[in-house]
């Protein structure tokens, strides 16, 4: 993915704040983000997804391995539960990919 500012201008989320949890899967093998802005994982940890970007970055979902957050390829995860069935697009902000 281009490593940007911002990753992407749109998201789907399963709320206005982005704050429900859209969906849990199994990480499917381990990841290493290329920065502060991703979440690493080992194959096997539960994962929750909590946004999925779309438009230019549809590859890269933001979501939670215990207390850590970031953004993730959606390709390294097996869905096996989701949360919910609505989803909103909105514009994402600057905020969305800063460092924490």
């Not at 194959?43 to 549809?58: H, P, Q, R």
């Amino acid at each position: 993915p281009d490593l940007g500012r911002r990753f992407a201008e749109r998201k789907r989320c399963a709320d206005l704040e982005c704050s429900m949890l859209m969906c849990r899967g199994k990480a499917m093998r381990d990841f290493k983000g290329p920065d502060c802005r991703f979440v690493n994982f080992k194959k096997g940890e539960a994962v929750y997804v909590y946004y999925k970007l779309i438009g230019k970055s549809t590859e890269l979902w933001a979501g939670s391995v215990g207390s850590d957050f970031g953004y993730f390829p959606k390709d390294l995860l097996e869905i096996n539960h989701n949360y919910s069935s609505e989803e909103l697009e909105l514009p994402t902000d600057e905020t969305d990919f800063v460092c924490f």
